[in-house]
């Protein structure tokens, strides 16, 4: 079963918009990652934030983390139609390898 | 560095034959892992190798599926007879981890194998 699941599956916005996806996952965790994957491409990681953190900013990127309702949220700011893609969630429980959820697939109108 | 290196790119080939998926880690990475990719089960783990040990291939779907890393350098993923429903992308990635086989921290992909059987 996925460990991360995203909400909401896809998403279409304007370039210049903020682009927010959501992951819920269901046990305790060491780090939530975020991992971005073009079409036909492999994925690439984004950010990683700690259990111990609660916000983490990279460029554009804004993860938040509440380990209390176990979720983690994604912000893209100013998007680009080159923000278009997919973006995963994965979990690292410290008992297993990765395990990522569902995806979120984002579009952005030029 | 060139990456995470998997062939072939495509693979298209007929049901109960023998697919040989492979794949080169970054060079110092001591952990590899296969995931496998589908639209209806999304990203899969198969079966993940630390020190060239596999570690946890509960994901492995069955026995027509293998998996060996005879050294560090190289990893294969073997579907012997494969069928129609194995078809997916298979992707490989690999990690250095200090902390023990479970520890894992940023993962660099590979492209993928899109694997197609008729």
């Known amino acids: 079963s996925q460990q991360g699941e995203e909400d909401p599956q896809a998403l279409s916005i304007q370039e210049g918009e903020n682009a927010t996806m959501n992951c819920s996952y269901k046990t305790s965790i060491n780090n939530l990652q975020w991992y971005r994957q073009n079409s036909g491409r492999g994925l690439v990681h984004l950010i990683l934030?700690?259990?111990?953190?609660r916000e983490k900013h990279s460029g554009r990127l804004r993860v938040t983390l509440d380990t209390s309702k176990k979720s983690s949220s994604l912000l893209i700011t100013a998007s680009r139609a080159a923000d278009t893609a997919s973006y995963f969630c994965a979990t690292d429980t410290g008992r297993r390898a990765l395990t990522f959820g569902s995806g979120t697939r984002l579009q952005v109108q030029p | 560095d060139a990456g995470v290196i998997q062939s072939p790119r495509h693979e298209v080939t007929e049901m109960g034959q023998e697919v040989t998926l492979r794949c080169k880690p970054i060079s110092g990475h001591n952990s590899l892992f296969w995931y496998r990719q589908t639209m209806m089960r999304g990203l899969e783990l198969l079966i993940y190798f630390n020190n060239n040990v596999p570690i946890d291939d509960s994901g492995m779907p069955e026995d027509r599926f293998s998996a060996k890393m005879p050294n560090a350098s190289f990893s294969t993923l073997k579907i012997q007879p494969s069928e129609p429903r194995d078809s997916a992308v298979y992707f490989c990635?690999?990690?250095?981890?200090?902390?023990?086989?479970?520890?894992?921290?940023?993962?660099?992909f590979g492209e993928g194998s899109r694997l197609t059987v008729l």
């Open positions: 990635a690999s990690i250095y981890s200090n902390l023990g086989p479970t520890n894992t921290g940023e993962l660099f």
């Open positions: 934030i700690r259990s111990n953190e």
